[in-house]
């Protein structure tokens, strides 16, 4: 990534995301909407999917965006956005284009885009359309209360994977999307948290300005109050312990050369991660694993570190 | 304003034919997926693209559901859009033809009609338009290439005056794969027909709005009421758009078209080429054989065009309607049956009207069967479904 911000105060003071809206308190999601409005500027056009960032930044006739929005449904975000930029370069072709270098911005959560949003996701890539694509991850459906999706970690609770006496929680793993996203052989994916401010801004600004090449993708980490079951003043917690117990590894894909960003760069190395429980201990989701449980995602997680490690060679 | 003096005729498949629309209206972007028997369309206007004579971003989109939220994408930023489909792929956009509709977003497309799966058939019938009839779309239903060219003309300038995507449907394959002779505008008259209108509320930074939010239960139903509002002006639009364009090109069609109604007692309701054609041929042949017997056409289906239809069979005795499609499991299952009963029973107006279903997956559908249809009229009016052309 480019270092456009060295710190916090050289981001531009400018809100352009409006107070008012109805997302919880501790939300990860309205970090993260905070700061990818403002990094992105006003010369921008947003198109969100369905889910909790929707529902409750738009109650009519109220918004929270001062951004031009729009938001169709839960699947589409990315075709709506390959037309709003194919508009974009019809209109300024025929000179009827009047605001300049306008960025186009997709902001999903995980069942707009793991699931539900993976078909049209994966048609703008391949057409390289000129748009950023946001994932918020908050690992569950959590608009319509907490229901398992694709990108929901194995043995987690949810409403539709409850923990009983013959199935404790989810049964399969958590999809890569970023293994699907980087397949497309797109300019530039990252993953980052909310946790990390200044890599996750930076992230942002490298991606929207790759969209000059072709679709940019970056797979934001939120996590969520009532969905995950932690008291809401400790998002920032979970999502900081995330990244060092090395659950979401900071890293990017630029032009095919993946790289991992500090602390994740010096994750590859297990002893420098901190155990994958201090993590899972703060969360309700998790409350019911076993230690025998808990060492089958260690198990995982070291070998997804393997794959990333040879990964990074390339 | 006056017609338009020198003739460019061409050869041309209805669905040719829409592609020339298109190009004549300087569409900026075009969201294009395989579907039969639409296909050609969108390969020709590729054509036009590759070859430099359309100034419009095509978008090969994955799905016919990112067709239409491509195209609403593009709308909502100011473009103008078309995007055409048919059957399956007409079902799989349904979600997003409410939301296009409610969005109030003036996109065309065009339907040539086809038969809907299991099983699968390719062939035509109007089953896909008819499930979405009542989506908030203007559905206009041509009966000629020639009709359908002028038709998609007249459709960006009603979209574009009343904010409301338009249809326009005819027969599949029966019309979208059959050359007929098409007059084709000179584009600048076109351009002028259709000038660049300043719309509003468009996605620009400049000028922020947010589109498509959440309505809770104090606003939704002033949302949807504002469509019906939209659609009732629709059917007085369409009029005069019609006129207007009469009057610069030559051609008009009205909302609803008459052959030998003048003194007919008996009426055959229909929509589309093959049933309006061949009901006029056995008109003709009726009238032939002694029965004074005309024929009714619906153009506009959306809004329904309920004054134009009753007094079109104010002084008939009796009436079939011929329907394309099937409503399983409804009192009649002919879709346009029920909109013409409905509406007669509002007005009061009793009389033995006659339900044919026929030309389902394009079964063929004789002259003689519409001659059939005016003989059971006068022999036997009543008021009936029957399913005709097929094996029982």
Redesign the interface.
Known sequence: MKVYYKTLKDLPREELFAPGHRMCAGCGAAIAMRWITKTIGPNAIIANATGCVEVTTTPYPETAWMHPYIHVAFENSAAVASGVEAAIKALRRKGLWDAGDTKVVVIAGDGGTYDIGLQSLSGMLERRHGVLYILYDNEAYMNTGIQRSGSTPKFSWTTTTPVGTAVRGKIQWKKDIMGIVMAHRVPYAATASISHILDMVNKIKTALEYTSEGPTFLHIFAPCVPGWRYPENKTVEVARLAVETGYFPLYEWDHGKLKLNPPSNAHLDKSKRKPLKEYLKLQGRFAHLTDEEIAELEKELDAYWEYLGKLAQL | MQVQKTKHIEALTTNYAMAYAVKAVDV??I?VYPITPQTTIVEKISEFVANGEL???L?????E???L???????????R?FTATSSQGLELMH??LH?AAG?RLPIVMAVPSRALSAPISIHGDYSDLMNARDTGWVIYIAASAQEAYDTVIQAFRLAESVSLPVMVSYDGFLMSHTVEPVELNDEEEVRKFLP?ALRPYT??????????????PD?YYEFKYQQVLALKEAYKVAKEVDSEYGRRFGRSYGVVETYRMEDADYAIVAYGGASYGNARAAADLARERGIAAGVVRVRLYRPFPTADVLKALDSVKAFAVVDRAIMFGSPAEGPLYKDIAAAMYMHGIDKPALGVIHGIGQRTIYVEDMYKIYTMLRENPRKEVVFMGVRV
Do not use: F, Y
Not at chain 2, 59 to 63: F, N, P
Not at chain 2, 69 to 79: E, L
């Open positions: 900026d972007v969201a100034n419009a971003e978008i090969h989109v994955e799905s559901h990112s067709a939220s491509a195209v609403v994408g593009a709308a909502a930023t100011g473009a859009v979600e997003v939301i969005m660049r996605l620009n930074p400049k000028r922020p709005v947010t589109m498509g939010p959440l309505a809770s606003w």
